[in-house]
């Protein structure tokens, strides 16, 4: 109780303010660090060629990443051809039926898969798809399906669960059997949420290069049917980062910053939407 | 909720035989159970999908595991031409690193989670975390090519220099600099993991009663204080969080593999020597390794990896439904 | 300079944002002694004790102006640490409010501890004293390692009070204490309240008419932020002055 105490007593409580924000700063420098250099060192290589060119080879000067993009495009596709549907319905499932046991266990093997190293989700798809028909568009967009499902299925059931209860119960007093009010009446009023939810799952996955690494490998061409790699743009930029060529660095940059452009675009509007509804 | 099935199936016994859906009064094969068992099965596949994990990862490492059984745990060899493999280095690796990633990690997100809901006004607030958000929406590997070209040229000019000089007596802080590394790898890491950390204690803080830290404050707390009781209060909360960022520190393979150096070593020399995880080893030689042993045995570190990796995931689980139960029962008194 | 007065309440305004809750209250509180606000609904009640100690400006856009004068200090004044302020003035609140995850005695000693004592042997003294004092110890001296959270909510409520007192403040504020509680635990508290008064200063809000009549010395009538009436409880009951008070205290209205 003497004064030095208490003086001491604010002296921390000060203290303890400076540090969260200095916390903060310290956080958040990383982030525009990473935004400014990508930018900066990425703007350079966007050119004309940078989206027709394919891959250069060894040697070559210039190129781009026209063939990366049409393989991300391809590979998304297809992911989420499997993983959309997936997700969808086990979303429907949990909110619908959200109760029975059998939906616990669901719920904490959703949580699990999303835990899961994508490296380790990659191998899972090369044992049991590329170990057969090789390295390929099919076993990555195995892969990357899986690591969607967890987070379209959330975001169904968050959706699902938003519709008010007064809609669902206006249908079944008209006749309509529970499964139709979901299908038709609840999944509709939510597909705002349910579509911003499979956006966000893309812009993950378009970033994923692990599990693509260990299922396609590297691809320097054009797409040539589905059991065979394509060139995927977050994978090349592990290609291009480690090379010692000039122009392979510079694409790596380029290829960054486009990604995170999409990637970030994408979360920065989706957040932006979901504001808005909640307000 | 209206009851949609059961009182839909009662109905049918009750219904007038002239009723046009008397018919299919004693069949199972309603809409809404044909719906339900649709939605289950698919819904369950997931919990087929991981079975299928680990028994198609232990298939493929079952060369790997008949050569070297449980030797590979320990094992500090890794060989491809002579076919001698084993993880223990590995495994210290990816510990020490995502050690080192939780030691930077916690606090930095404990005062930032601080920061966006004690002490900023709430727009205020909502704008940070939403940049916070966003740390977590780049890539891996962009995280590693920035890691490359920015943060390690950074950290060997700047940072360690002035570390080793000081420090330099400790063996972890001497030997030679090159600017990645095992400390480069936990940092690149702690970057990674501290915007879900964050969230996760941020939205714990906010949940928390605030009739805590009025009670702390009648009591003539200052603010800190008041909060120290309310970190108490979410401490189950705050270890959930950490471990699942332990988790995902693990797991991560591509922006470790480019900074910390791709050493296969028992232990690195310093905190500025090159090592290796078994992410790492795995995003660095699976597709360029053709031997069926050196295959298997990469596969038998990802299954390895997945054990580990499922093992930390199921006690995140568990700290969090044990605070359930006590939170649960605080707030119904 | 003992006044008999412990707190001195002149030309008290506040707000919330824009919205004036309190008008202009001029009130002095008798020491050793119960003084019970009482009113409907939002008269600004709470308001008025928060504003005792300091507790009202931790609201987001809260405001206040005049003077609270306790020991000859305006509590408002520049230099005053409004932490020094709620140590001397406790306050007990509506809902028991214990802290859950610690033990009963860590509870009641939060408050000595914060403030600099560290002696495990004067801890443990005032520890037994407060709860001697607030009529709980005699239930809990078993096990004082339990968690707070596994007592009934009446004896939550009594370890609060032996919480505020712990510190020995010289005020106590009580936000309706009972409104939460069985009506045994309410007899037990407000005979605590009583013999709590022979030794500190009582400010007790309720809502409950009756309790104000039974538990109190003086009470005040609150009514839309304005101090209505206030005077030795007999006289306001038997012979109030204004006709609301007399409306009020009949059950007429609130």
Redesign the interface.
């Known amino acids: 109780m003497t004064k030095l105490h208490e003086w001491f007593r604010h002296l921390k409580d000060k203290l303890v303010l400076l540090l969260a924000h200095l916390a903060l700063i310290a956080a958040l420098t990383p982030l525009f660090s990473v935004l400014w250099e990508v930018f900066r060192r990425g703007i350079g290589a966007i050119s004309l060629d940078f989206f027709v060119k394919p891959t250069p080879a060894v040697g070559e000067v210039g190129g781009g990443v026209a063939n990366a993009i049409q393989g991300t495009l391809i590979t998304i596709g297809l992911a989420s051809l499997i993983g959309v549907p997936i997700g969808i319905i086990t979303g429907i499932f949990l909110s619908e039926y959200g109760e029975t046991r059998l939906s616990s266990f669901v719920r904490l093997f959703n949580e699990l898969l999303n835990g899961m190293p994508s490296i380790v989700i990659g191998l899972f798809a090369y044992a049991l798809i590329a170990i057969k028909i090789g390295f390929s568009v099919t076993a990555a967009s195995f892969a990357l399906a899986l690591i969607m499902i967890p987070i379209v299925s959330r975001a169904t059931e968050e959706a699902l669960k938003l519709v008010p209860a007064t809609i669902r119960e206006a249908a079944l007093a008209l006749g309509m059997p529970r499964w139709k009010t979901t299908i038709f009446v609840a999944l509709k009023g939510a597909r705002k949420a349910v579509a911003t939810g499979v956006l966000l799952a893309m812009a993950r996955i378009a970033g994923e290069s692990a599990p693509v690494l260990v299922t396609m490998g590297y691809w320097k061409w054009w797409f040539a049917g589905f059991d065979r790699p394509v060139a995927y743009l977050a994978l090349n930029i592990f290609l291009f980062a480690k090379s010692p060529f000039e122009n392979w660095i510079a694409l790596a940059w380029g290829s960054a910053l486009i990604l995170v452009v999409i990637i970030l675009g994408i979360n920065v509007v989706v957040r932006l939407l979901m504001r808005e509804k909640r307000l | 909720?209206?009851n949609?099935?059961r009182s839909?199936q009662k109905a049918h016994i009750f219904l007038p035989t002239c009723h046009p859906r008397a018919g299919k009064a004693k069949t199972l094969l309603?809409?809404?159970n044909?719906?339900?068992a649709?939605?289950?099965v698919?819904?369950?596949?997931?919990?087929l999908?991981?079975g299928?994990?680990v028994y198609?990862?232990y298939?493929?490492s079952r060369s790997s595991i008949e050569k070297f059984g449980l030797v590979f745990l320990i094992g500090v060899d890794w060989d491809p031409v002579r076919g001698v493999f084993g993880a223990l280095p590995l495994v210290l690796g990816t510990l020490v690193t995502s050690a080192i990633a939780l030691l930077i990690a916690l606090?930095?997100?404990?005062?930032?989670a601080?920061?966006?809901s004690?002490?900023m006004?709430k727009r205020l607030s909502n704008v940070?975390s939403?940049?916070?958000?966003?740390?977590a929406?780049?890539?891996?590997?962009?995280?590693?090519?920035?890691g490359?070209?920015?943060l390690i040229p950074f950290l060997r000019e700047v940072v360690y220099p002035p570390i080793r000089s000081s420090f330099g007596f400790i063996p972890l802080f001497s030997g030679p600099i090159y600017g990645g590394g095992v400390l480069t790898a936990g940092l690149l890491l702690a970057?990674m993991i501290?915007?879900i950390m964050?969230a996760i204690m941020r939205d714990l803080f906010i949940l928390a009663?605030s009739?805590?830290k009025?009670?702390?404050?009648?009591?003539?707390?200052?603010?800190?204080?008041a909060?120290k009781?309310m970190i108490?209060?979410a401490?189950s909360g705050i270890v959930a969080a950490t471990v699942?960022g332990l988790?995902?520190a693990?797991?991560?393979?591509?922006a470790v593999t480019?900074v910390i150096g791709n050493r296969f070593q028992l232990l690195p020399s310093s905190l500025f020597d090159a090592w290796y995880t078994m992410?790492a080893i795995?995003?660095n030689e699976?597709?360029e390794a053709i031997d069926h042993l050196h295959i298997s045995a990469l596969?038998n570190v990802?299954l390895l990896?997945?054990v580990i990796?499922?093992v930390v995931?199921?006690c995140a689980?568990l700290v969090v439904w044990r605070h359930m139960k006590?939170v649960g029962?605080?707030m119904r008194? | 300079m003992s006044s008999p007065y412990k707190i001195e309440v002149e030309n008290l305004n506040a707000w919330y944002g824009h919205q004036q809750v309190l008008i202009d209250i001029n009130m002095k509180i008798k020491d050793k002694a119960v003084t019970a606000i009482m009113g409907p609904s939002g008269c600004g009640k709470t308001t008025f004790i928060r504003c005792l100690n300091r507790m009202h400006e931790l609201v987001p856009r809260a405001k206040v102006s005049g003077k609270v004068i306790f020991n000859g200090v305006n509590i408002y004044d520049n230099g005053v640490d409004p932490t020094w302020v709620r140590k001397r003035i406790g306050m007990v609140f509506q809902k028991p409010n214990p802290f859950p995850m610690m033990s009963i005695y860590d509870n009641v000693a939060f408050g000595p501890r914060i403030h600099g004592i560290g002696d495990k042997k004067l801890l443990d003294q005032i520890v037994r004293q407060s709860l001697e004092m607030a009529g709980l110890w005699e239930e809990v001296k078993g096990d004082l390692r339990r968690p707070a959270s596994a007592l009934s909510g009446g004896q939550q409520q009594r370890l609060c009070i032996a919480r505020a007192l712990a510190l020995e403040p010289e005020v106590i504020l009580m936000d309706e204490p009972t409104s939460h509680l069985d009506p045994i635990s309410v007899a037990k508290i407000e005979t605590l309240i009583r013999r709590l008064a022979e030794k500190y200063a009582i400010v007790i809000v309720t809502h409950n008419v009756q309790q104000a009549a039974r538990v109190s010395d003086y009470v005040a009538f609150f009514y839309m932020g304005r101090l209505v009436e206030y005077g030795p409880t007999k006289e306001v009951f038997e012979r109030p002055r204004n006709e609301l008070t007399e409306r009020y205290v009949t059950g007429k209205f609130g």
């Open positions: 909720m209206v949609g099935d839909s309603t809409g809404d044909v719906f339900k649709f939605t289950a698919v819904a369950s596949s997931i919990i999908i991981l299928l994990m198609y990862l298939l493929g606090p930095i997100s404990l005062g930032v601080l920061a966006l004690e002490y006004p940070f939403f940049f916070v958000e966003l740390l929406a780049v890539p891996s590997v962009v995280y590693g090519l920035w490359i070209y920015v970057i501290t915007p964050s009663p009739t805590l009025e009670a702390a404050m009648a009591l003539g707390a200052t603010k800190w204080e909060i009781v108490n209060y401490q699942l988790g995902r693990m797991g991560e393979a591509m480019m992410a795995l995003a699976f597709i596969i990802g990896l997945l990796n499922l995931l199921i689980r006590v029962g605080i008194e």
